[in-house]
């Protein structure tokens, strides 16, 4: 995975950028089935390796498919990255250990959802459509949002946009 | 420190695409970038609702330990929103292409730099 | 790629079975894993992958614009729509317990119009999407 | 059911249903009186919900009838019902007036989709403003915020779609912020509502998630707000996107992003942590005054009216954040005042600038070239659209903050917080940074009133459709700078209640 | 309806009104005039009760919790608004001239200003509290801006732009922390009698504090915050006279006096107001040393003005019950002297379009009543009698000297001799030199009637307070006794 992302950062022909991207997220489903995400890893491997990456094909056809050399050595954004590195190691090395069952998230709040008392095998469909509904419902409204905001922004106008492309 | 390999995993893929978005001047590649930097934080959420032993929280009676279901819905939620933000993105991104004829940032900054020189010298 | 004989006759066998299989994530997701986010997508696909063999134009008789359209927002208001009855029936906002007289029932009543909602936006958006970058360039096949 | 108590959920789901019916129905006139009428039931609902949250203190909405942490709760406290009110009056002041301005700056096709995304935005923001739920925020952060990059690639520049763009990028990383900011909360906590992980933080106070957790917040948060130096995306933006979009957002959008810190930082994460464990507030300090000074600076050498008045919104959002700093009643109340104060005041100025590009793309063939209020040719305005310039001038004085106007309110409430701290260098250096406000609003006096106009134009003014709305907003800052009862009032109350639940 | 209120609705009325008869000069002027005449008929009203110790108040609305926009009528503010309201009436006879007489644009803009200045002049006289007052003294400022810049050539708007650059920042840096302190510390920002600061308040607070009222009132032109009233020259004569005499720099000196009398109370102020003796002795001097270099007319005056207004301060830091009636009555004499100057001066220009001192040789044969005037005028401001100058120079003098402030005795003694150096030669000059040679060629007569009007009205008022100063006494007496 690691591989993926690292050679991905350094090519600069998208096409490939793009197949690596979609072989990244196949990856990640992957990770994720054996973490027991199994609805995430469908959606992943659903969205990630397949809409996105035609979404992305689809981008790259009405574009140029060779990234320019960059200009200036980037180091202002390195320094930032690490900068932000550095702090997510500092949290993540005080977060409670892998798979510990003693963790809050696992003593807190899921245990009620586990107790099925709607009737629902899959607990994750449950808790999405009904504990926490409204915010499936707000992503609802996102994808609505993009899809409006797409229509919005590539339909064919019949009067051309304000006379600025010289 | 092995109890927290994944963390370390997750930040890597993360830095790595935050530093993507922040240094590539491709638009599409930026978005590329970003759609990393989102999925690797999806780690961070699901890794620890693991639990040694336990299956996916599909309840069955041969089963009794349940890994913990509530990240999965926040990161699905997640993954949508990212999805909807990648394609929102690109659209504009076309756009962009359609307006100036190009999709690398500095060429666009040259161009919008110029318009405003015009405009100044106009005033 | 539209005149390709395997192709079509391979797409002309599939495609129904991608659309089954979407139905069944679709209603399963109470069981399995799925809902209607992945239903909704392989539904998309499934179209997808008939204008690509067969052409956008005839996608676009089978799936008109109009109708995705409709789509996008029909979703989010059977969704809300659920929330309201729940308000409308004397409950809170997305109150599934008050749609059936059994509240179990009730759930299960709200998940399934929502998990409706959700599958129906979603499908809309994705074919919407897929239309604009298609329609786009030179008209003929899309993305992929 | 009786709809007092369901208020909460009404707040955002009708502003929310306003949008697909709008694309459902693909007719510019029907989606404008839908969306308006979701807007103002939004204010409607505001309203009643600043009583009952003056009655209760706090009002708790469970959506699905779960009751959290399990459920998602909505809970309007006193900051939460001004903020609803601000947002709500804003689009409701605004929506009206987007009709007679799109008009000349949108393509007739698109107009129902415009009103789509400005009631997504209405309701993604009333939704981030109103939830009692960490990851609720996201979700409704996103939808405000895609919405509004659509909003502003609508606008007619084409430096438009590369402003959006750009706006997309910071903006979704700093959503990705927040969301690990919530993600470490959330994995020490194990619960996602506010009220609930505040209490359980207390007993992992200090641990080091909490501390990361609380940067990422705040980055994140700060990217939102455009806090110097994170608001690169903010001039264009404001710059290109059609007038009414710009005073939509210059009202609201900034300002909600505050309003999710101050949550966090005072309802959530609690003033020994935030104010004792870490140099947040001399950070928060600095930045405040680069933005109070760097930004007005700039502000005075920008050749574009709505430029010049961009980077003023970052030197004002810098008072906001340094009333936040003091971790004082008095302090918070200052941010809170000067918060919902120049929000007003900044709706006012871009819609009346909205009115100037209206009237000068009259002059100009329809559809020609879009209107650049270069300084150049605003020469002699005020004989051309007395109203408008009149009213500019009177926001501007609330901007510099002359007394009789909002501004001055704002001015003085964050000069008796800093005076209570005895801290007398920051009294001069509030009072020096609003010298340079009157020189940015001067340029434009003078240019407008004393140079002689290029050819003898007649008298043009903005058609009434753009002047009420806009002087609507003009007379607030006039009202609000001599009837204080209601902003300094509900803020005060707003301001005890946070520091109490922080302490 | 209040006299009080009237005060005020009455010149909001008439702006509103000349805004209307934008189209026909005749009928604005005339709504000018009424307004004017029904303003000083009301502000009169107010003068009995006042002088028979009633405190006419009127409270508008909470503007802070605990803080309102409130007027509450006093003897100073009184003795101010007769001035304001009484002046406006011959400054609009003689604005009527001037403008026409030099076919100036922009008349209506003018007139609405002008009546808007005289409103904001009136609140600050009757202001009830800080607060109030600062409220004003700001709009006065916005108001007066458009009248600097009338002209709107470059030099105006560089004019316009010192003018509001040094009052808008000195009142923001430093008037404005001011106000807020005093209430901070007092609690309450209402003008009382004796003072509102805490008693146990120690000596370098009250310095300090004095210090941001006296340089946060730019309008009093302390040096080194002088430069705006030469910059503001290029305003059109009425208005220089507006400023210096009407409204502008007497709400700054009156509003000097009244913080001293009223916020700080003379005897806390007892040990610290030395350096301010000092200073505005220093600004005496100075101020009268430029303007005895300066050739332009009005440019002399400016400066007169500067050293006049330091005058006030002088005599409000000598904080002997003496010096502060001095005080009051110097704003009163000094305000009919400098008008009468300065009518005399544009009615120059408009005649004989002369602006420089060294042009007016014999002029005084041309112009016997208009220099005639202006003698009276300068002989009040170095302070000789029959003129209205003496009776408060003397005040202050004999204060001074009571207390044994030499240095003060120092600087009033000098400044009479400057004052009588830089106007004397003019008057001589205007009456025994011949006329010029080319002067001779163009004949001209005296300005048109209303100028003149105006001008010789001032003048008498001039020698009137000085024979009849008794009522102005009897109404500035409580200020001390109470």
């Given at each position: 995975?690691?591989?993926a992302v690292i050679?991905l950062?350094r090519t600069?022909?998208?096409f490939?950028?793009?197949v690596?991207?979609?072989i990244?997220s196949?990856?990640?489903a992957?990770?994720l089935v054996?973490?027991?995400?199994v609805?995430v890893a469908?959606t992943?491997?659903?969205?990630?390796?397949?809409?996105?990456?035609?979404?992305?094909l689809?981008?790259?056809?009405?574009c140029?498919?060779e990234e320019?050399k960059?200009?200036?050595?980037?180091w202002?954004?390195?320094?930032?990255?690490l900068?932000?590195a550095?702090?997510?190691?500092?949290g993540?090395l005080g977060l409670?250990?892998?798979?510990?069952?003693?963790?809050p998230?696992?003593?807190h709040?899921?245990p009620?959802?586990?107790e099925n008392?709607i009737?629902?095998p899959n607990v994750v469909?449950a808790?999405?459509a009904?504990?926490?509904?409204?915010?499936?419902?707000?992503e609802t409204t996102?994808?609505?949002?993009a899809?409006?905001?797409?229509?919005?922004?590539?339909r064919?106008?019949k009067?051309?946009?304000?006379g600025?492309?010289? | 420190?092995?109890g927290?390999?994944?963390h370390?995993?997750?930040?890597l893929l993360m830095?790595?695409?935050l530093?993507?978005?922040?240094a590539?001047g491709n638009?599409?590649k930026?978005?590329v970038?970003?759609s990393?930097?989102?999925?690797?934080?999806?780690?961070l959420y699901?890794?620890?609702g693991k639990l040694?032993g336990?299956?996916?929280?599909?309840l069955a009676?041969?089963?009794?330990?349940?890994s913990n279901?509530?990240?999965?819905?926040l990161i699905?939620?997640?993954?949508?929103v990212?999805?909807?933000?990648l394609?929102?993105?690109?659209?504009?991104a076309?756009?962009?292409?359609?307006?100036?004829?190009t999709?690398e940032?500095?060429?666009?900054?040259a161009?919008?730099?110029a318009?405003?020189?015009?405009?100044d010298?106009?005033? | 790629?539209k005149n390709?004989?395997?192709?079509r006759?391979v797409?002309?066998?599939?495609?129904?079975?991608?659309?089954?299989f979407?139905?069944?994530v679709?209603?399963?997701?109470?069981?399995g894993?799925?809902?209607g986010f992945q239903?909704?997508?392989i539904?998309a696909?499934?179209i997808?992958?008939h204008a690509?063999i067969f052409g956008l134009e005839r996608a676009r008789k089978?799936?008109?614009?109009?109708l995705v359209e409709?789509?996008?927002a029909?979703?989010?208001?059977?969704y809300a729509?659920v929330?309201v009855a729940?308000?409308?029936?004397?409950?809170n906002?997305?109150d599934?317990?008050?749609?059936?007289?059994?509240p179990i029932?009730?759930?299960?009543?709200?998940?399934?119009?929502?998990?409706?909602?959700v599958a129906?936006?979603?499908c809309g958006v994705?074919?919407?999407i897929?239309?604009?970058f298609?329609?786009?360039g030179d008209?003929?096949?899309g993305g992929? | 059911?009786?709809?007092?108590?369901?208020?909460?959920?009404?707040q955002?789901?009708?502003p929310?249903?306003?949008?697909?019916?709008?694309?459902?129905?693909r007719?510019?006139?029907?989606?404008f009186?839908?969306?308006?009428a979701?807007?103002?039931?939004?204010?409607a609902?505001?309203?009643g919900?600043?009583l009952?949250?003056g009655?209760l203190?706090v009002?708790?909405?469970h959506i699905?009838?779960?009751a959290?942490p399990w459920?998602?709760e909505?809970?309007?406290?006193?900051?939460a019902s001004f903020?609803l009110?601000?947002?709500?009056?804003?689009a409701?002041?605004?929506?009206?007036?987007?009709?007679?301005?799109?008009?000349?700056?949108i393509p007739?096709e698109?107009?129902?989709l415009?009103?789509?995304m400005?009631g997504l935005?209405?309701?993604?923001?009333?939704?981030i403003t109103?939830t009692?739920?960490?990851?609720?925020?996201f979700?409704?952060?996103e939808?405000s915020s895609?919405s509004?990059?659509?909003?502003?690639?609508l606008g007619?520049?084409?430096?438009?779609?590369?402003a959006?763009y750009r706006y997309?990028i910071?903006?979704t990383?700093?959503?990705?912020f927040i969301?690990?900011g919530i993600?470490?909360?959330?994995?020490?906590?194990?619960?996602?509502?506010?009220a609930?992980m505040?209490?359980r933080?207390?007993?992992?106070e200090?641990s080091r998630p909490?501390l990361?957790a609380?940067?990422?917040l705040?980055v994140?948060i700060?990217?939102?707000?455009?806090?110097?130096?994170?608001?690169?995306?903010?001039?264009n933006?404001?710059t290109?996107a059609p007038?009414?979009v710009?005073?939509?957002l210059?009202a609201?959008?900034?300002?909600?992003?505050?309003?999710?810190?101050?949550?966090?930082w005072?309802?959530v994460?609690g003033e020994t942590l935030v104010?004792?464990n870490?140099p947040?507030?001399?950070?928060m300090?600095?930045l405040?005054?680069?933005?109070m000074?760097?930004?007005?600076?700039?502000a005075?050498?920008?050749?574009n009216?709505k430029?010049?008045?961009?980077?003023s919104?970052?030197?004002q959002i810098?008072y906001?954040?340094?009333?936040?700093?003091?971790?004082?009643?008095?302090g918070?109340?200052?941010?809170i005042v000067h918060?919902?104060?120049?929000?007003v005041t900044?709706?006012?100025i871009f819609?009346?600038i909205?009115?100037?590009v209206a009237a000068?793309a009259?002059?100009?063939?329809q559809?020609?070239?879009s209107?650049?209020?270069?300084?150049d040719?605003?020469?002699?305005l005020a004989?051309?659209m007395?109203l408008?310039?009149f009213g500019?001038?009177?926001?501007?004085?609330?901007?510099?903050g002359?007394?009789g106007?909002?501004g001055?309110i704002s001015?003085?409430?964050?000069i008796?917080?800093?005076l209570?701290k005895e801290q007398?260098?920051?009294v001069?250096?509030?009072?020096?940074s609003s010298l340079?406000?009157?020189a940015y609003?001067w340029?434009?006096?003078?240019?407008?009133y004393?140079?002689?106009?290029p050819?003898?134009?007649?008298?043009?003014?903005?058609?009434p459709g753009?002047?009420i709305?806009?002087?609507l907003l003009v007379?607030?800052t006039?009202?609000f700078?001599?009837?204080?009862s209601?902003?300094i009032?509900?803020a005060?109350?707003a301001?005890q209640?946070?520091?109490r639940?922080?302490? | 309806?209040?006299a009080?209120?009237?005060?005020?609705v009455?010149p909001?009325?008439?702006?509103?009104?000349?805004?209307l008869a934008?189209?026909?000069?005749?009928?604005r002027e005339?709504?000018?005039l009424v307004?004017a005449?029904?303003?000083f008929?009301?502000?009169?009203?107010?003068?009995?009760?006042?002088?028979a110790?009633e405190?006419?108040?009127?409270?508008?609305?909470e503007?802070l919790?605990?803080?309102?926009?409130a007027f509450?009528?006093?003897p100073?503010?009184?003795l101010f608004?007769?001035?304001?309201s009484?002046?406006?009436i011959?400054?609009s006879v003689?604005s009527?001239?001037?403008m026409r007489?030099n076919?100036?644009?922009?008349q209506?803009?003018?007139?609405v200003?002008?009546a808007?200045s005289l409103v904001s002049?009136?609140?600050i006289?009757?202001?009830g509290?800080?607060?109030?007052?600062?409220?004003f003294?700001?709009?006065?400022t916005l108001m007066?801006y458009?009248?600097?810049?009338h002209?709107?050539?470059?030099?105006?708007?560089?004019?316009?732009?010192?003018?509001?650059?040094?009052l808008m920042g000195?009142?923001?840096?430093f008037?404005l922390?001011?106000v807020?302190?005093v209430w901070?510390v007092?609690?309450t920002?209402?003008?009382t009698a004796?003072g509102i600061?805490?008693?146990?308040?120690?000596?370098?607070?009250?310095s300090v504090l004095?210090?941001?009222f006296?340089?946060?009132?730019?309008?009093?032109a302390?040096?080194p915050f002088?430069?705006?009233?030469?910059?503001?020259?290029?305003?059109?004569?009425?208005v220089s006279?507006?400023?210096h005499?009407?409204a502008v720099v007497?709400a700054?000196?009156?509003?000097?006096?009244?913080?001293?009398?009223y916020v700080?109370?003379?005897?806390?102020l007892?040990g610290?107001?030395d350096?301010l003796?000092a200073?505005?002795?220093?600004t005496i001097?100075?101020?009268?040393?430029v303007?005895?270099?300066?050739d332009n007319?009005k440019?002399?005056?400016?400066y007169?003005?500067v050293s006049q207004l330091s005058?006030?301060?002088?005599?409000?830091?000598?904080l002997?019950?003496?010096s502060?009636?001095?005080?009051a009555?110097?704003?009163?004499?000094?305000?009919?002297?400098?008008?009468?100057?300065?009518?005399?001066?544009g009615?120059?220009?408009?005649a004989?379009?002369?602006t420089?001192?060294s042009?007016?040789?014999?002029?005084?044969r041309?112009?016997?009543?208009?220099m005639?005037?202006f003698?009276?005028?300068?002989?009040s401001l170095?302070?000789i009698?029959?003129a209205a100058g003496f009776?408060?120079?003397?005040?202050?003098?004999?204060s001074?000297?009571?207390?044994?402030?030499?240095l003060?005795v120092?600087?009033?003694v000098?400044?009479?001799?400057l004052?009588?150096?830089?106007f004397?030669?003019?008057?001589?000059?205007?009456?025994?030199?011949?006329?010029s040679?080319?002067?001779?060629h163009?004949?001209?007569?005296?300005?048109?009637?209303p100028?003149?009007?105006?001008?010789l009205t001032t003048?008498?008022?001039?020698?009137a307070?000085?024979f009849?100063?008794?009522?102005l006494l009897?109404?500035v007496?409580p200020?001390?006794s109470?």
């Amino acid at each position: 995975m690691l591989m993926a992302v690292i050679v991905l950062a350094r090519t600069r022909n998208l096409f490939a950028v793009i197949v690596l991207s979609g072989i990244y997220s196949f990856l990640m489903a992957t990770l994720l089935v054996a973490l027991d995400a199994v609805d995430v890893a469908m959606t992943e491997a659903a969205v990630g390796a397949g809409v996105s990456t035609v979404l992305l094909l689809g981008a790259l056809r009405l574009c140029r498919s060779e990234e320019a050399k960059p200009a200036h050595r980037p180091w202002l954004p390195l320094a930032l990255s690490l900068a932000t590195a550095a702090l997510l190691i500092y949290g993540a090395l005080g977060l409670p250990d892998f798979a510990d069952p003693e963790a809050p998230i696992h003593r807190h709040v899921a245990p009620r959802y586990l107790e099925n008392e709607i009737d629902v095998p899959n607990v994750v469909t449950a808790v999405l459509a009904s504990f926490r509904g409204y915010d499936t419902l707000g992503e609802t409204t996102v994808v609505f949002t993009a899809g409006a905001g797409i229509i919005a922004l590539l339909r064919r106008r019949k009067s051309k946009r304000g006379g600025d492309e010289k | 420190m092995i109890g927290h390999f994944s963390h370390v995993v997750t930040v890597l893929l993360m830095v790595a695409g935050l530093y993507v978005v922040m240094a590539r001047g491709n638009l599409i590649k930026k978005l590329v970038g970003l759609s990393v930097f989102q999925t690797s934080v999806y780690l961070l959420y699901i890794a620890p609702g693991k639990l040694i032993g336990g299956t996916a929280p599909i309840l069955a009676p041969q089963y009794t330990l349940y890994s913990n279901p509530l990240p999965h819905v926040l990161i699905l939620t997640a993954i949508v929103v990212g999805v909807a933000t990648l394609a929102l993105g690109l659209a504009i991104a076309v756009r962009i292409k359609e307006t100036y004829g190009t999709i690398e940032e500095d060429e666009i900054i040259a161009a919008d730099n110029a318009v405003q020189d015009a405009e100044d010298a106009r005033s | 790629m539209k005149n390709d004989l395997v192709l079509r006759v391979v797409g002309k066998l599939l495609i129904p079975f991608i659309l089954l299989f979407a139905v069944y994530v679709q209603f399963h997701g109470d069981f399995g894993p799925g809902g209607g986010f992945q239903a909704g997508t392989i539904f998309a696909a499934g179209i997808v992958f008939h204008a690509l063999i067969f052409g956008l134009e005839r996608a676009r008789k089978v799936v008109p614009d109009a109708l995705v359209e409709a789509m996008l927002a029909a979703g989010v208001l059977l969704y809300a729509g659920v929330g309201v009855a729940g308000l409308l029936l004397g409950g809170n906002f997305l109150d599934y317990f008050v749609l059936d007289a059994d509240p179990i029932h009730g759930q299960h009543r709200g998940i399934f119009w929502v998990e409706a909602g959700v599958a129906v936006t979603v499908c809309g958006v994705m074919l919407k999407i897929f239309y604009m970058f298609a329609s786009r360039g030179d008209g003929s096949g899309g993305g992929a | 059911m009786s709809i007092a108590a369901h208020l909460p959920a009404l707040q955002v789901v009708l502003p929310l249903l306003s949008a697909p019916l709008a694309v459902l129905l693909r007719h510019g006139g029907l989606a404008f009186a839908i969306v308006t009428a979701g807007a103002w039931a939004a204010f409607a609902a505001a309203v009643g919900l600043w009583l009952q949250a003056g009655e209760l203190g706090v009002v708790s909405y469970h959506i699905g009838s779960w009751a959290p942490p399990w459920g998602i709760e909505y809970r309007v406290d006193r900051l939460a019902s001004f903020v609803l009110l601000l947002v709500s009056g804003t689009a409701a002041v605004v929506l009206p007036y987007s009709r007679a301005s799109i008009e000349r700056e949108i393509p007739r096709e698109q107009h129902y989709l415009y009103y789509a995304m400005f009631g997504l935005c209405l309701a993604g923001l009333l939704g981030i403003t109103i939830t009692g739920d960490a990851f609720n925020i996201f979700v409704f952060l996103e939808i405000s915020s895609l919405s509004t990059y659509v909003l502003i690639a609508l606008g007619r520049d084409r430096r438009a779609l590369a402003a959006s763009y750009r706006y997309l990028i910071m903006g979704t990383i700093g959503a990705t912020f927040i969301v690990i900011g919530i993600g470490f909360l959330y994995l020490m906590t194990g619960t996602l509502n506010l009220a609930d992980m505040a209490e359980r933080l207390r007993a992992v106070e200090s641990s080091r998630p909490a501390l990361a957790a609380l940067a990422f917040l705040t980055v994140g948060i700060s990217l939102k707000l455009a806090l110097f130096p994170l608001h690169q995306w903010l001039p264009n933006a404001y710059t290109h996107a059609p007038s009414a979009v710009t005073a939509f957002l210059a009202a609201t959008a900034t300002k909600v992003s505050v309003y999710v810190l101050i949550r966090f930082w005072f309802s959530v994460f609690g003033e020994t942590l935030v104010f004792h464990n870490l140099p947040l507030p001399q950070i928060m300090l600095l930045l405040s005054l680069a933005a109070m000074f760097a930004a007005s600076f700039i502000a005075i050498f920008q050749d574009n009216l709505k430029r010049l008045f961009a980077y003023s919104s970052v030197g004002q959002i810098g008072y906001i954040t340094l009333g936040l700093h003091f971790d004082s009643v008095a302090g918070l109340t200052a941010s809170i005042v000067h918060l919902f104060n120049h929000g007003v005041t900044k709706a006012a100025i871009f819609l009346l600038i909205g009115g100037i590009v209206a009237a000068s793309a009259a002059t100009t063939a329809q559809g020609a070239v879009s209107p650049r209020l270069t300084f150049d040719r605003l020469a002699g305005l005020a004989k051309r659209m007395p109203l408008t310039c009149f009213g500019i001038v009177v926001a501007g004085l609330s901007l510099i903050g002359v007394p009789g106007t909002a501004g001055f309110i704002s001015k003085w409430t964050l000069i008796v917080a800093a005076l209570e701290k005895e801290q007398y260098w920051l009294v001069g250096a509030i009072l020096l940074s609003s010298l340079l406000a009157v020189a940015y609003v001067w340029r434009f006096v003078e240019v407008a009133y004393f140079k002689p106009a290029p050819k003898a134009s007649g008298r043009q003014e903005a058609p009434p459709g753009l002047l009420i709305p806009a002087w609507l907003l003009v007379l607030a800052t006039i009202w609000f700078g001599l009837d204080t009862s209601f902003t300094i009032g509900t803020a005060a109350e707003a301001a005890q209640q946070l520091v109490r639940v922080g302490k | 309806m209040s006299a009080l209120q009237l005060a005020f609705v009455i010149p909001l009325l008439g702006a509103f009104g000349i805004a209307l008869a934008d189209r026909q000069p005749n009928l604005r002027e005339s709504v000018t005039l009424v307004t004017a005449v029904l303003l000083f008929g009301t502000v009169l009203q107010l003068l009995d009760p006042v002088l028979a110790g009633e405190r006419p108040e009127l409270t508008l609305f909470e503007l802070l919790p605990g803080l309102s926009i409130a007027f509450k009528v006093e003897p100073l503010g009184m003795l101010f608004g007769l001035i304001a309201s009484g002046l406006w009436i011959v400054n609009s006879v003689y604005s009527i001239g001037y403008m026409r007489g030099n076919k100036e644009q922009h008349q209506t803009r003018f007139y609405v200003c002008f009546a808007l200045s005289l409103v904001s002049a009136l609140a600050i006289a009757f202001a009830g509290n800080l607060l109030t007052l600062f409220l004003f003294y700001e709009v006065l400022t916005l108001m007066t801006y458009p009248l600097v810049t009338h002209a709107g050539t470059d030099k105006a708007r560089a004019g316009g732009r010192t003018y509001l650059a040094i009052l808008m920042g000195t009142s923001i840096l430093f008037l404005l922390p001011a106000v807020i302190y005093v209430w901070h510390v007092a609690g309450t920002t209402d003008f009382t009698a004796g003072g509102i600061l805490p008693d146990d308040m120690e000596g370098g607070a009250v310095s300090v504090l004095l210090a941001l009222f006296m340089f946060g009132i730019g309008k009093a032109a302390l040096m080194p915050f002088h430069r705006w009233l030469p910059a503001a020259m290029v305003a059109p004569t009425p208005v220089s006279a507006l400023l210096h005499a009407v409204a502008v720099v007497k709400a700054g000196v009156f509003s000097v006096v009244k913080i001293v009398v009223y916020v700080f109370g003379l005897d806390i102020l007892a040990g610290v107001t030395d350096w301010l003796v000092a200073l505005s002795g220093f600004t005496i001097v100075a101020a009268s040393i430029v303007a005895l270099s300066a050739d332009n007319l009005k440019r002399r005056l400016a400066y007169s003005t500067v050293s006049q207004l330091s005058y006030v301060i002088l005599a409000a830091a000598l904080l002997a019950p003496l010096s502060i009636i001095g005080a009051a009555l110097h704003i009163a004499t000094h305000a009919f002297a400098k008008i009468t100057l300065f009518f005399t001066a544009g009615a120059i220009y408009t005649a004989a379009h002369k602006t420089e001192v060294s042009q007016l040789n014999g002029i005084g044969r041309r112009m016997p009543w208009t220099m005639a005037a202006f003698t009276i005028g300068a002989l009040s401001l170095i302070g000789i009698p029959p003129a209205a100058g003496f009776v408060s120079k003397w005040f202050i003098l004999g204060s001074a000297a009571e207390g044994g402030h030499y240095l003060a005795v120092a600087v009033l003694v000098g400044s009479t001799l400057l004052n009588a150096a830089y106007f004397l030669p003019i008057v001589h000059a205007a009456f025994f030199k011949p006329l010029s040679a080319e002067d001779a060629h163009h004949p001209h007569g005296e300005a048109p009637w209303p100028m003149l009007l105006a001008l010789l009205t001032t003048a008498a008022g001039t020698l009137a307070l000085f024979f009849f100063s008794a009522p102005l006494l009897r109404l500035v007496q409580p200020l001390v006794s109470a």
